[in-house]
């Protein structure tokens, strides 16, 4: 099973700053099956990035993702009030799909 | 518009059965691969399991494996997620997922609001 870790837990920063979330795998992902998700309270996970750096349909390119094999990022280049949230990745490329336990973004 | 509506979620009692249901809309259902996503109260997501676009191979977290059973009914554009001998551990909201593709290596591109179950005596 690959396991993710997410880093930090906690990213507290104010609108308009650049927010830098980390996902870390125990082992490379293949073809760079790598997603991330946003989740506000209370709703569901939102399809962001896909393929380690597409991003999904509607997505503002304020959010953008890169690494390949066992380091990625996803950057949102300016946080808007609207994303702050928790944010997962997850690998699609192996069986159990696996997630990362999460960062959230506070306002600070 | 892609819609998916998780339904027959509630209260059981240990040891007990649920059958979970998603009702899909919006795109070809049996061309693509479907998951159930789960969320303990205040935690992270929880692959459970994933069925391909004709339900012919069926995918199982192993915390689940021989205790849930994933199925799918393309002629009413329905995935189904049947729970049984539920544990305290199981609590959780269940995410129907859609996948991007027909087999699960794709991301899960559209989610529904998910249902509550809680497993309780």
């Known amino acids: 099973e690959i396991v993710l870790t997410q880093s930090p837990g906690t990213l507290s920063l104010s609108p308009g700053e650049r927010a830098t979330l980390s996902c870390r795998a125990s082992?490379?992902?293949?073809?760079?099956?790598l997603a991330w998700y946003q989740q506000k309270p209370g709703q569901a996970p939102r399809l962001l990035i896909y393929?380690?750096?597409s991003r999904a349909t509607g997505i503002p390119d304020r959010f953008s993702g890169s690494g390949s094999g066992t380091d990625f990022i996803l950057t949102i280049s300016r946080l808007e009030p609207e994303d702050f949230a928790v944010y997962y990745c997850q690998q699609y490329g192996s069986s159990p799909r696996t997630f990362g336990q999460g960062t959230k973004v506070e306002i600070k | 518009e892609v819609q998916l509506l998780e339904s027959g979620g509630g209260l059981v009692q240990p040891g007990g059965s649920l059958r979970l249901s998603c009702a899909a809309s919006?795109?070809?259902?049996?061309?693509?691969?479907m998951s159930w996503v789960r969320q303990a109260p205040g935690k992270g997501l929880e692959w459970v399991s994933a069925?391909?676009?004709?339900?012919?191979?069926?995918y199982y977290a192993d915390s689940v494996k021989g205790q849930f059973t994933i199925s799918r009914d393309n002629s009413k554009n329905t995935l189904y997620l049947q729970m049984n001998s539920l544990r305290a551990e199981d609590t959780a909201v269940y995410y129907c997922?859609?996948?991007?593709?027909?087999?699960?290596?794709?991301?899960?591109?559209?989610w529904g609001q998910g249902t509550l179950v809680t497993v309780s005596s």
């Open positions: 997922a859609k996948v991007g593709g027909w087999t699960p290596n794709a991301p899960f591109d559209y």
């Open positions: 393929g380690a750096s």
């Open positions: 919006g795109f070809t259902f049996s061309s693509y691969a």
């Open positions: 069925i391909i676009g004709s339900g012919g191979t069926t």
């Open positions: 082992q490379s992902i293949s073809s760079s099956y």
